[in-house]
């Protein structure tokens, strides 16, 4: 497989500079949150946007460095835009064909859009679009794939379907693949490699599962959904938290840190568990939202996640207390959070 | 019982105000049976300055659409230092008093203008003569076709050009193949507009060109030049430009539509029109 190689790219965003180095060469996505740099950098690589310093590479092939940049057109490059930016005037067919005469016909079977072939864009679904997109974009034959926001403009209930979907395309595509999205969820599912960028730098690079298993910062970890509790080590395995509660941890730190603690590491009950070794937050259940078949409860200034079956059997309701509980090898303990600065564009 | 005066009152109003708009239109045919319209298409006066609106408005399109065009898309898709000036001045020949563009037009192609004596030695005298009538009417009417343009064109997703472009197309096809197709609605609805306003252009021309049958009497020009001598035949002239005139609103409405359908993004703009 190919590799796509981001160099020392640097540019200068509206409130801060873009600047990181990534090798892509396998399915990667890049995390953040809104306007951290993440649309520019797949606008830099597709030529869209040119960087004012360093270098987009595909194996020995530059396309853009300090003395050239190839225009988008001369790069082989597929670019699923968030919206997907199919041309309203052109039928399924047309949009297809635009990538490449005469070939449109295997891309509409493959992506089972041949049945919507003389439909106009404004006639399909969201799912439907993602579909014509990522054929157009394939239509074109792209050393790489670039995915911004795949599932962002899908409601919730075709999304899961569109996701696994799209993690059976990606798993056959044999070209490296970077995309983009905003929540952790998707990218631990369709990406092996996750970056997190925030304000245009790499906070952590990692499996999905290893940037759960060891958050670099608080910001990492909240996003990959953990609650972050501040508090005051003293250099031993406890830290006062903020509100007066001692928590205990697995590692031993000193001065501000947060822990953070994931909500399905926390377990709820309505008596005070017997186990003194864990530690133990009561108080009233603030909110209850159920995802799916779990449920997510805001408990102090916890979440925790607990099946459906569960909360049937608990009997729990908003307003009530209960004891949410979690043991010291449930918590890791990461720098302290510093407030995000309020960022804007992308 | 107050109420209802209220509603008589309001009723009236709008009643009064589109009788009002339509009343002069409808006196024109009131006072011409269709027979007499075609008998006084073969008045001499009549045809001939029938022949020279259509002929010299007609070209005049063809220019602002060549030459505007480009203009507009640039003035839409680049950002620059001074764009929002060149802007601005682009509109301002259509609120300048229609007497003082034709002066203008003296005073910089006029034998003793800026460039008459450029033009004289190439052999080209511009004043009174039918090229002097498409300068004029080109000169009046192409802001209303570009300011349209640029609104039609900024009303394209630029996320549609960069996908023409990341899929292989240059930016000619993209500009050929994506954006003027997206565009063309406000494209048309724009010619419309400019079309209309050449084609009741009259003070400009007048001073510029002058109002010589058969070389640059225009048909508003022989409108006010049959005034007082066939009144029937100025009632005919109207006519026919009433005819064109509603032609020339249903192709704006059918590009404003078309613009609105094939838009992606905020709805069309549609800029306060101009006193022609």
Partial sequence: MATLRLDEIALLLRSFELRLTLDVDRTVALVGPSGAGKTTVLRIVAGLTRPHSGRVAVDDEIWVDRERALPPERRRVGLVFQEYALFPHMTVRQNVEYARRHAADDYLERFRIAQLADARPGELSGGERQRVALARALARDPQVLLLDEPLAALDAHTKTAVRAELHDLLAELEIPVLLVTHDFEDAAALAEQVSVIVDGRLRQTGTPSRLVAEPADAFVASFTGANLLNGYADGTTRVRLDDGTLVATADPARGRVSLAVYPWDITLATEPPHDSALNVIHAPIRSVAELGNRVRLAVGPVSAEITAESLARLGLRAGEPVYASFKATGTRVVAEHEPAAPSAGT | MARRLLVVAYVAAAGIALVFLLLPIAAIFARTSPAHLLDQLSNPVVRDAFVISIKTTVIAQVLILVFGTPLAFLLASRRFRGRALAVTLV??????????????????????????????????????????????????????????????????DPNLAAASRTLGAGPARTFFRVILPLARGGLIAGLALSFARGLGEFGATIMFAGSLQKVTQTLPLAIYAEFAVNFNATLAMSGVLVLISIVLLAGLHLGLSWQRSDSTRSPFFFGPSSSA
């Fill in chain 2, 91 to 156: 509109e301002l020949p259509l609120v300048l008093p229609p007497a003082v563009a034709g002066i203008g037009l003296l005073a910089a192609f006029g034998r003793l203008g800026l460039l008459g004596s450029s033009l004289n030695a190439v052999g080209v005298t511009l004043p009174f003569t039918q090229t002097a009538v498409i300068v004029a009417v080109a000169y009046v009417a192409s802001p209303l076709y570009i300011r349209q343009a640029v609104a039609a064109f900024e009303a394209t």
